[in-house]
Structures are given as structure tokens and as C-alpha cells.
């Protein structure tokens, strides 16, 4: 079992940046390629960002491709999301899950849910 915590959430203006944190406890989250995922109110859940275990690739929803950037450092058990250039359409809360299927984009492949973290973009 992995437990997750996201931090880093808040308000921002448009333009400007966030980092946020995903904490794993329990089975290293080494173990699992990780993924960030975003949902705004009335709408489905997304794919937003994912990385492999060993960090050397990374894949991205178009929609945030060049602004978001998605890391990890396995010895901390952390995997990140920094986001620049914010948009209000960014506005969602964003969790972070642990691949257990095939597919880095599809939902439904990912397990061990976070609670997530409020991010709001102001125009």
C-alpha cells in the first residue's frame, strides 16, 4: 500500500507559477511510475503529467505541455509538479496517483489516490 499527501496548492494570478508536492508513505513510491492528474468543478478528471520510475521519461496533456513540468526524487519519496505560467483554465484540484496498469494517460490505471490540492488561477 502507498499513502499520498499533495501539498503546494493555492491562489495565484495569471502567469505566475506553483510547485506542488506529492508525499508518498507506506511501499516506496520507487516502486511505481507516478502520474498528476487535475479535475475542475463540473468536469471529469484528467491526465495532467506522468514520469517512470527512474525518471527518464516524462509524458504531458497537451494542454500543459511546455509550461508543467513533472519530477521526482525517489530517496525523499517525493514526486513534483512545477507549473509556470499559469492559466486560469488551470484552475482544478490536482491529485496525484500510482500507475498500476498499462497506459500513462488513462485514469483508470492509476491507484492510492491523494486527497489532493486546491490550485486557483485569477485572471
Known amino acids: 500500500q502507498v499513502q499520498l499527501v499533495e501539498s503546494g496548492g493555492g491562489l495565484v494570478q495569471a502567469g505566475g507559477s506553483l510547485r506542488l508536492s506529492c508525499a508518498a508513505s507506506?511501499?516506496?513510491?520507487?516502486?511505481?511510475?507516478m502520474g498528476w492528474f487535475r479535475q475542475a468543478p463540473g468536469k471529469e478528471r484528467e491526465f495532467v503529467a506522468a514520469?517512470?520510475?527512474?525518471?527518464?521519461?516524462?509524458y504531458y496533456a497537451d494542454s500543459v505541455k511546455g509550461r508543467f513540468t513533472i519530477s521526482r526524487d525517489n530517496a525523499k519519496n517525493t514526486v513534483y509538479l512545477q507549473m509556470n505560467s499559469l492559466k486560469p483554465e488551470d484552475t482544478a484540484l490536482y491529485a496525484c496517483?500510482?500507475?498500476?496498469?498499462?497506459?500513462?494517460?488513462?485514469?483508470?490505471?492509476?491507484?492510492?489516490w491523494g486527497q489532493g490540492t486546491q490550485v486557483t488561477v485569477s485572471s
Open positions: 514520469i517512470n520510475w527512474s525518471a527518464t521519461s516524462t
Open positions: 507506506g511501499r516506496a513510491v520507487s516502486n511505481y511510475a
Open positions: 496517483a500510482a500507475r498500476l496498469g498499462s497506459s500513462y494517460y488513462n485514469t483508470a490505471n492509476y491507484g492510492y
